[in-house]
């Protein structure tokens, strides 16, 4: 997959440096990636409303005399209300505005000029998962689009499920119509969740540490392993860590 990029900007300077940035940084990574200069916020939002998207969006905020917010502002909450789910983050020449922009789910708020280091972190961060695969849980309040990353475990009781997030918040289904399996299904197949309980899904991602009987979550949370399961729950977390491990590896 190239990993797509929109730095909207008028700037060509700016442009050119976030530009060739990004093409070492992914070259270093073996990966495609294509940068793409849009160069007002108008732009962005008509792009995206005509099927345009990308895996990341940097957004410069300019300053406009008499306007108390900047257009790419007001474009990213556009496209948040348009259930755009990939990372953005934001670059401005002051830090007015870093609380508006976060109030839009910006990873980032990079100041002008910036040093190479904080646009390669944005990067790592925005090469990971946390914006990646979503589930769509029915509540008693509507539709709740909840990221995989977000998901600490899954717990199933009298046919509802709780999906317990790493905040340790829980948003909780209406009554299942279908087995606790089928809900399990996609996150299970994603790689970092595992099954080790009929009742639970865990994020092997989120735990702290796997002790007698336990999985012991990092929000302190603890999820139990049934006394039959705990030799082919140990070897599985035991593989997954290896796993990790090997990736990180030069």
């Known amino acids: 997959m190239i990993f797509r990029i929109a730095v909207c900007t008028p700037d060509g300077l700016l442009f050119s440096r976030i530009r060739r940035h990004c093409m070492e940084y992914f070259a270093r990574r073996t990966d495609e990636c294509a940068v793409e200069q849009v160069e007002g916020a108008e732009a962005l939002v008509r792009q995206y409303e005509e099927g345009a998207r990308y895996e990341l969006y940097l957004i410069e905020l300019i300053e406009v005399p008499g306007s108390p917010v900047p257009a790419g502002l007001k474009a990213a909450s556009i496209l948040r209300c348009r259930n755009c789910r990939a990372p953005l983050a934001f670059l401005a020449k002051t830090p007015a505005y870093a609380y508006n922009a976060f109030r839009v789910d910006a990873m980032q708020y990079l100041l002008i000029p910036f040093r190479s280091e904080r646009l390669a972190a944005l990067l790592d961060r925005a090469v990971e998962p946390e914006y990646g695969p979503v589930v769509s849980v029915t509540t008693a309040e509507g539709i709740c689009v909840l990221p995989y990353a977000d998901i600490e475990y899954l717990e199933c009781t009298h046919h509802i499920v709780h999906f317990h997030r790493k905040n340790g ?59 039959c399961r705990e030799a082919e729950t140990r070897t599985a977390f035991r593989a997954w860590l290896e796993q990790q491990a090997a990736r990180k590896l030069p």
């Open 169 to 227: 918040s829980t948003v909780t289904s209406l009554s299942l119509r279908v087995p606790f399996s089928e809900v399990a299904r996609p996150l299970l197949a994603d790689g970092r969740f595992y099954q080790h309980h009929r009742s639970y899904v865990i994020n092997m991602e989120a735990v702290e540490q796997l002790a007698e009987g336990e999985f012991r979550m990092q929000s302190g949370a603890l999820v139990p392993v049934p006394r």
